[in-house]
């Protein structure tokens, strides 16, 4: 049995009979989960929108595709309720096979998209600690390659570093005044930012430093060796740091190129734009001008892409990114993820693009809100940024007493590495679970608990399953389809085929949140089931369904936590 969607096979369904009654059926949205399953499992609301579109009423047309439905071994009964809602009754034999079906194909039944699409993300600073505020961009720009990767798309993940402008000249400014060489050797991040933060402190009192600050970024700009060659330097170390960073949080990215990649670009593309006429000389400055029709408020604020001094701003480079990664790529969508004081910037580059014909591709602006600890809202002004290895260290300590607590019969060793595993995906978990465009502040004691909506309770309920399943002597597992009988059985087993449902809305609205909610309620349903229901001491006939159960539960659980970007644990 091949897998399928069952929303979009009920809908495929409607649409025939829709056609058989001679109705147009365009577009149709694709059935959803009813809200109460004393109604059915699954609700087509497509009556109303072949309604308006024939000019007919909801309930006469939903009566008459009811009529016209063809027969088929998915569907076991079908009603129709309030004004023309059309609910659906899945077959528990068809349901079963249906969800071994999806557990032994490698993405789960997920019908494969077509594409390639562009995710930017991270994008840190080179010559300073990634900290707290780096955390959202990363966590939620790798969740979303993940899923969208899974999805079928061909993508790329872009490390936008941030590795240009006029505080690279205060850097080597300080480096060749006031660096301190064995401080740099056993901490060399930290060393730059010790200098870098003195170099402030030092220009209040001395202005000349300001000055040669702005001539050591003019030769590194025209290409200086010596200043060149420090510059290569920061980036180095930074990357190193970087990527200690990335591995711990098991992401990799296929492009990193910082602002100066397309430095060479910036001014023929702004002398482009004014050739074109999209770009305007406005005193002095070269803009780039909006009408109403290109979006809220962009009227009244144009893209300012040079400066009156011919110095190019962070939307010049914006631009000749999104340029050469149409050039490069030819995607069909990019995504950018950001936080929200970002918002306008990127409604403005995608007015932008449009203007200049660059439609190839869907622009997406994946913004989140801001990120704060208990103590307060994060800010460098303020000298409170917490930096992201100190975040993730202390949550391996709060996850070592966790683990210390549940499981003190394994070795140190392993305790050890359950904690580094469990802290980690706490802290990328209690971010991915809140609505990206909400504000989110830490508080370990509601990421680490076993009992809410956390990493910690999850992986649980996978080692769970996977204990069960080592406490019968099962080592291997090869599904064969079977029918649920009980009705918490026949419950579980419609959750566990909707995992490809869930990962296409949540990749269509940028929201990793949609599949932690998923998840979450997965979990306490699995729970549910082994708690009502005996699974090793069941009968025979009992006993081998209920772990063919088990163990579909452990392949979607476990696969729903690596496209989150946390790896399921056996035991824990």
Not at 73 to 85: E, H, K, L, M, Q
Not at 249 to 270: C, K, R, W
Not at 440 to 448: A, S
Not at 520 to 531: K, P, Q
Request: charged share 20%; hydrophobic share 45%.
């Amino acid at each position: 049995m091949s897998p399928q969607n069952a929303p979009s096979l009920i809908t495929a369904l409607v649409r025939e009979a829709a056609l058989a009654a001679g109705f147009t059926a365009d577009e149709l949205e694709p059935a959803a989960p009813t809200r109460d399953a004393a109604h059915g499992d699954y609700q087509s609301n497509s009556a109303f929108r072949i309604a308006k579109a024939n000019k007919q009423n909801p309930r006469a047309v939903a009566q008459a595709i009811v009529e016209r439905l063809p027969a088929h071994a998915a569907v076991r009964a079908v009603s129709i309720a309030g004004p023309g809602f059309i609910n659906f009754t899945l077959n528990d034999a068809w349901l079963g096979a249906q969800l071994v079906a999806q557990c032994e194909d490698a993405q789960l039944g997920l019908a494969q998209r077509q594409g390639r699409v562009v995710i930017d993300y991270s994008s840190p600073n080179v010559a300073k600690r990634m900290h707290v505020g780096h955390l959202r961009s990363t966590v939620i720009g790798a969740a979303l390659h993940n899923m969208t990767r899974f999805a079928g798309y061909e993508v790329i993940a872009d490390n936008h570093i941030g590795d240009w402008g006029t505080q690279f000249g205060k850097l080597i400014v300080a480096w060749r005044g006031w660096l301190d060489a064995e401080a740099y050797e056993a901490d060399p991040i930290g060393e730059l930012q010790r200098i870098y933060a003195d170099f402030e402190v030092r220009a209040e009192a001395d202005p000349t430093l300001a000055d040669q600050a702005r001539h050591e970024t003019a030769k590194l700009q025209a290409g200086d060796p010596d200043n060149r060659a420090l510059w290569r330097q920061f980036i180095e170390v930074s990357l190193q740091e970087f990527n200690t960073l990335y591995a711990r949080l098991g992401i990799q990215f296929d492009e990193v190129l910082g602002e100066s990649a397309y430095n060479d670009m910036l001014q023929p593309l702004v002398e482009s734009l004014l050739a074109s006429g999209v770009a305007q000389v406005s005193d002095g400055a070269v803009v780039i001008p909006f009408e109403d029709a290109d979006g809220p408020g962009l009227a009244k604020a144009p893209m300012l892409i040079r400066k009156r001094d011919g110095a190019a701003l962070y939307g010049t480079t914006d631009l000749a990114t999104a340029r050469y990664r149409l050039d490069r790529w030819s995607p069909t969508r990019i995504v950018y993820v950001t936080d929200t004081r970002q918002q306008f910037h990127f409604q403005q580059l995608f007015a932008a693009c449009k203007k200049l014909g660059w439609t190839q591709a869907e622009l997406v602006h994946c913004w989140f809100g801001l990120l704060s600890m208990p103590e307060g809202t994060m800010s460098s002004r303020k000298g409170n940024v917490v930096n992201l290895k100190d975040l993730l260290d202390e949550a391996a300590r709060h996850a070592r007493a966790l683990v210390d607590q549940k499981s003190p019969n394994l070795s140190d060793d392993e305790r050890a590495k359950i904690a580094e595993a469990v802290g980690v995906a706490a802290v990328r978990y209690a971010d991915l679970s809140q609505n990206p465009q909400s504000d989110v502040t830490f508080r370990w004691e509601k990421m680490l608990t076993l009992d809410g909506n956390t990493a910690p309770f999850l992986m649980y309920s996978y080692a769970r399953c996977r204990s069960l399943q080592a406490k019968g002597g099962i080592t291997a597992w090869t599904l064969a389809p079977f029918t649920p009988v009980e009705p918490v059985e026949r419950e579980l087993t419609i959750a566990l085929t909707r995992l490809n449902e869930v990962v296409v809305s949540a990749i269509d609205g940028s929201r990793p949140n949609t599949l932690c909610d998923y998840l979450f309620n997965l979990a306490g349903l699995i729970n549910r089931y082994y708690h009502d229901l005996p699974v090793l001491t069941a009968a025979p006939e009992d006993r081998d369904r209920r772990l063919q159960v088990i163990e579909a539960s452990a392949r979607v659980l476990g696969q729903g936590l690596k496209l989150l970007g946390i790896q399921p644990l056996d035991r824990m």
